[in-house]
C-alpha cells in the first residue's frame, strides 16, 4: 500500500495543485494530511475548496494544525486580531472563512489512528499528539516524549516544515515537510513523502517538486493580503523564494528587539527587524 503524507500547506493552493498532479501519476491508495491547510497565502477559500473536493474523491484520514485551532479560538473570542504583522495575515485568513470551515476544523481531530487494513499501528499528529505546536526541529528531546504519547510503533507529524526521519526507543517519527512553505534551502518547491507499506512496517521516500510559485507571488499582490499581514507576509514570500524560514527569523528578532507577544509588538520594531534581515 502506498500512502502521501502531506503537512503545513498554510493556504498554498499552488503547490496543492502540483502535488495533486504528481499524484495523479504517481497513484497511491491513501493519503494522510497532518494538519495546517491555511494562514499566511492568499485566497484561502481556493485551498480549501481542492482539499474539500480531494477528501470526496479518495480515501484521506487527516487531523487538525495549530493554525486551525487558532481560528477556533478566534471565532469564540479568545483572540483578537488585527491589521499589524503581528496578526494580521490570521484576520485576513479568518475573513475569507465560512462557518462551514469553521465547523470542519472543529470536528478535525487534533489526533487520529487511522482505521487502516494493512498498515502497522500509526498515530497521525500535526506538532506532537498532545500539543499541535510541539517541534521536534527546535526540541530534538521531544522525540522520546512524542513516541511515548503516541503509543504507535509509528508516528507521522509536521510542523517544523523539514522533512525528517527519526528511530526512537518506542518507535519511528516521520515528517514529511511543508508542502506550503517549505524549508528546505532552496525554494521554490513543495514538499511531502510517499509512505510503503508491508503491513509491518514503512519505507518512505520524501518528495520535493516544482510549482508555480510566480503565480502564487502575483496572488500575494492582488489579494490585499500584505495590507493585513504586512511584514510577516513579505517575510513569507522571501521564505518561499529562498527556502530559508525568514518568518520564523523575523518573528524571533521582533521578539528578542521588543520583549513583547507578537501580537503586542509596535510595527516599527517590525520593519527594524526586516531591515536587519533583509526582508523588503
Not at 492568499?42 to 484520514?61: A, I, M, N, V, W
Not at 496578526?87 to 487534533?110: N, W
Not at 519511528?172 to 528546505?184: K, M, Q, T
Not at 514570500?237 to 530559508?244: S, Y
Request: hydrophobic share 35%.
Amino acid at each position: 500500500m502506498k500512502i502521501a503524507v502531506i503537512s503545513d500547506i498554510h493556504g498554498n493552493y499552488k503547490a496543492y495543485e502540483a502535488c495533486m498532479e504528481y499524484l495523479d501519476k504517481h497513484p497511491v491508495e491513501v493519503l494522510f494530511f497532518l494538519g495546517d491547510y491555511i494562514t499566511d497565502s492568499p485566497y484561502p477559500e481556493k485551498l480549501l475548496s481542492l482539499f474539500y473536493g480531494t477528501l470526496k474523491e479518495r480515501r484521506c484520514f487527516y487531523v487538525r494544525g495549530n493554525r486551525e485551532e487558532y481560528l477556533l479560538a478566534h471565532r469564540k473570542g479568545e483572540q483578537e486580531w488585527k491589521k499589524s504583522s503581528g496578526t494580521g495575515t490570521l484576520l485576513y485568513t479568518s475573513e475569507h472563512l465560512t462557518d462551514e470551515d469553521l465547523e470542519f476544523f472543529e470536528h478535525c481531530g487534533r489526533t487520529i489512528r487511522p482505521d487502516l487494513k494493512g498498515i502497522p499501528e500509526t498515530t497521525l499528529c500535526h506538532g506532537i499528539p498532545e500539543d499541535t505546536r510541539g517541534n521536534l526541529g527546535e526540541q530534538p528531546g521531544l522525540l522520546e516524549e512524542a513516541l511515548r504519547q503516541a503509543g504507535t510503533g509509528w508516528l507521522f507529524g509536521g510542523h517544523s516544515h523539514k522533512q525528517e526521519i527519526r528511530e526512537g526507543r518506542g518507535g519511528v517519527y516521520i515528517n514529511p515537510g511543508s508542502l506550503g512553505i517549505a524549508i528546505d534551502g532552496i525554494g521554490k518547491r513543495a514538499q511531502f513523502a510517499i509512505a510503503e507499506t508491508d503491513g509491518r512496517k514503512y519505507r518512505h521516500e520524501f518528495v520535493s517538486i516544482p510549482y508555480d510559485v510566480e503565480g502564487l507571488l502575483k496572488d500575494f499582490t492582488d489579494s490585499g493580503i500584505e495590507e493585513y499581514g504586512k511584514v510577516q507576509v513579505r517575510s513569507v514570500r522571501k521564505t518561499l523564494l529562498t527556502g530559508v524560514n525568514y518568518f520564523f527569523h523575523c518573528v524571533s528578532l521582533a521578539v528578542k528587539m521588543s520583549g513583547m507577544r507578537t501580537d503586542l509588538i509596535p510595527e516599527e520594531i517590525w520593519e527594524e527587524a526586516a531591515a536587519r534581515l533583509g526582508i523588503e
